[in-house]
C-alpha cells in the first residue's frame, strides 16, 4: 500500500510545510551567517553663518568642534556585542548617537534604542522601561549615526541597546556616561 496515497499523508505534509514556513519567518536562522556592514562617517553639519568682521575683533579660524556629551561600551546580552555608543552634539545643536566598531549577530528586526534602565545582565530589563526607538540597525558590523529627535530627555534616557523587536530581548547595551 503506498502511504502517499492516503489522504492523511498529504494534510500532515501540508501542515508541516507551513509550520516549517513560519518558523523560517520568524527565526530567519540563516540570519546567524550573514553580515551588515556600514561605515559612515562623522556627522558634518556647517557651522551657522559668521556675522561680518568687526575690524577690532581677531578672526576665528576652523569649524566648531562636535561635543561628546556621553559614553559608553556595549556589554553583550543574548547575542555577542562588542564596540562603542556616544551622544554628539553638533555644532548646529542637533544630537546624534554614534555607535563604532559594532560586532554582533545580524537578526530579525533589529532596533536601536535609548533606555532609561540601567544596563543590567538581564536581556529583558532595557526594554521594560521608557524607551525611544530611533530606527532600524543599519547594520551589525561597522560605524553608524542615528539622530536623536530634539525633545529627547538625556537625563532619563541613560543607556542604549540593540533590541530585537520580534522576540523582545537585547543583543546587547552600553551604559551612556
Given at each position: 500500500?503506498n502511504l502517499f496515497r492516503k489522504?492523511?499523508?498529504?494534510?500532515?505534509?501540508?501542515?508541516?510545510?507551513?509550520?516549517?514556513?513560519?518558523?523560517?519567518?520568524?527565526?530567519?536562522?540563516?540570519?546567524?551567517?550573514?553580515?551588515?556592514?556600514?561605515?559612515?562617517?562623522?556627522?558634518?553639519?556647517?557651522?551657522?553663518?559668521?556675522?561680518?568682521?568687526?575690524?577690532?575683533?581677531?578672526?576665528?579660524?576652523?569649524?566648531?568642534?562636535?561635543?561628546?556629551?556621553?559614553?559608553?561600551?556595549?556589554?553583550?546580552?543574548?547575542?555577542?556585542?562588542?564596540?562603542?555608543?556616544?551622544?554628539?552634539?553638533?555644532?548646529?545643536?542637533?544630537?546624534?548617537?554614534?555607535?563604532?566598531?559594532?560586532?554582533?549577530?545580524?537578526?530579525?528586526?533589529?532596533?536601536?534604542?535609548?533606555?532609561?534602565?540601567?544596563?543590567?545582565?538581564?536581556?529583558?530589563?532595557?526594554?521594560?522601561?521608557?524607551?525611544?526607538?530611533?530606527?532600524?540597525?543599519?547594520?551589525?558590523?561597522?560605524?553608524?549615526?542615528?539622530?536623536?529627535?530634539?525633545?529627547?530627555d538625556l537625563d532619563v534616557l541613560?543607556?542604549?541597546?540593540?533590541?530585537?523587536?520580534?522576540?523582545?530581548?537585547?543583543?546587547?547595551?552600553?551604559?551612556?556616561?
Amino acid at each position: 500500500m503506498n502511504l502517499f496515497r492516503k489522504p492523511v499523508t498529504w494534510v500532515v505534509a501540508v501542515l508541516a510545510a507551513v509550520v516549517l514556513s513560519i518558523g523560517l519567518y520568524l527565526f530567519q536562522p540563516w540570519r546567524l551567517f550573514t553580515t551588515v556592514e556600514v561605515n559612515e562617517a562623522l556627522p558634518a553639519v556647517p557651522a551657522p553663518a559668521a556675522p561680518a568682521p568687526v575690524a577690532s575683533a581677531p578672526a576665528r579660524t576652523g569649524a566648531p568642534a562636535i561635543e561628546e556629551l556621553a559614553g559608553g561600551r556595549f556589554r553583550s546580552h543574548e547575542h555577542t556585542t562588542e564596540g562603542a555608543a556616544k551622544i554628539l552634539r553638533l555644532p548646529n545643536g542637533d544630537r546624534v548617537l554614534r555607535i563604532e566598531n559594532l560586532s554582533t549577530s545580524d537578526g530579525p528586526d533589529l532596533r536601536v534604542w535609548l533606555s532609561d534602565q540601567p544596563v543590567t545582565d538581564d536581556w529583558y530589563s532595557v526594554g521594560k522601561g521608557r524607551t525611544l526607538e530611533l530606527g532600524h540597525l543599519k547594520g551589525n558590523k561597522g560605524d553608524a549615526n542615528y539622530a536623536i529627535p530634539a525633545g529627547a530627555d538625556l537625563d532619563v534616557l541613560k543607556s542604549v541597546t540593540i533590541w530585537c523587536k520580534r522576540f523582545g530581548v537585547s543583543f546587547g547595551a552600553a551604559a551612556l556616561a
